[in-house]
């Protein structure tokens, strides 16, 4: 069974930098959703594990970085120069075909973390 548990979210205000966390065991492609009040759930990032490919929502590009510290089974979401529009419930994510991650941004994970809460103050 594939646990992902994510931590390191908070309040920050705008320009400020949080990184969040996800403990889980290597899967294919992972990658991190945000899902903002009143808003649909959203890719934010996702990385091919294999290789290290990554992508980035346009809205986060510049700003976010998603690593793997493949030591400690922990996928990484640094994000820098937080701004109002950031401010969502963030979601680690995670599926084991490589077609999810390979040419672009994940979509359809087969697993869930059950998120943390990011909160932007302007």
């Known amino acids: 069974q594939v646990q992902l548990v994510e931590s390191g979210g908070g309040s920050v205000q705008a320009g400020g930098s949080l990184r969040l966390s996800c403990a889980a065991s290597?899967?294919?492609?992972m990658g991190w959703f945000r899902q903002a009040p009143g808003k649909e759930r959203e890719g934010v990032a996702s990385l091919y594990t294999a290789i290290g490919r990554t992508y980035y929502a346009d809205s986060v590009k510049g700003r976010f970085t998603i690593s793997q510290d493949n030591a400690k089974n922990t996928l990484y979401l640094q994000m820098n120069s937080l701004n109002p529009e950031d401010t969502a419930d963030y979601y680690c994510?995670?599926?084991?075909?490589?077609?999810?991650?390979?040419?672009?941004?994940?979509?359809?994970?087969?697993?869930w973390g059950q998120g943390t809460q990011v909160t932007v103050s302007s």
């Open positions: 994510a995670a599926h084991n075909d490589f077609g999810e991650c390979a040419y672009g941004l994940m979509r359809f994970p087969s697993y």
């Open positions: 290597r899967l294919t492609c």
